[in-house]
Nanobody
């Protein structure tokens, strides 16, 4: 199995940027599709974006298109999420997750999860 650890969260003003990292251990991350989810206070965890094993395919939820960019460096066993033009509604705990399913977009599709990193966007 694979263990995932997120980092890079923090407090940022609206319009600002952050880069999140998801580092894998235990197994090579290239075996998995990797997704990012987020959970705002009082809300359910929601899908944000996923990236294919080789990095050539990505799928974003509509609310982050053009603002967030996912990438991966399989040699470093790490997936990144660049957050740009941040809005207060982007606030939440961001989780990365790994799946063997190519079309994974729901929580149930993912088998392994990190502990999350907090992103707070002030207005």
């Amino acid at each position: 199995q694979v263990q995932l650890v997120e980092s890079g969260g923090g407090l940022v003003q609206a319009g600002g940027s952050l880069r999140l990292s998801c580092e894998a251990s235990g197994r090579t991350i290239s075996d998995y599709v990797v997704g990012w989810f987020r959970q705002a206070p009082g809300k359910e965890r929601e899908f944000v974006v996923r990236i294919s094993r080789g990095g050539g395919g990505t799928y974003y939820t509509d609310s982050v298109k053009g603002r967030f960019t996912i990438s991966r460096d399989n040699a470093k066993n790490t997936v990144y999420l660049q957050l740009g033009n941040l809005r207060p509604e982007d606030t939440g705990v961001y989780y990365c997750a790994a799946s063997r399913f190519g079309g994974a977009t729901t929580n149930r599709d993912y088998d392994y999860w990190g502990q999350g990193t907090q992103v707070t966007v002030s207005s």
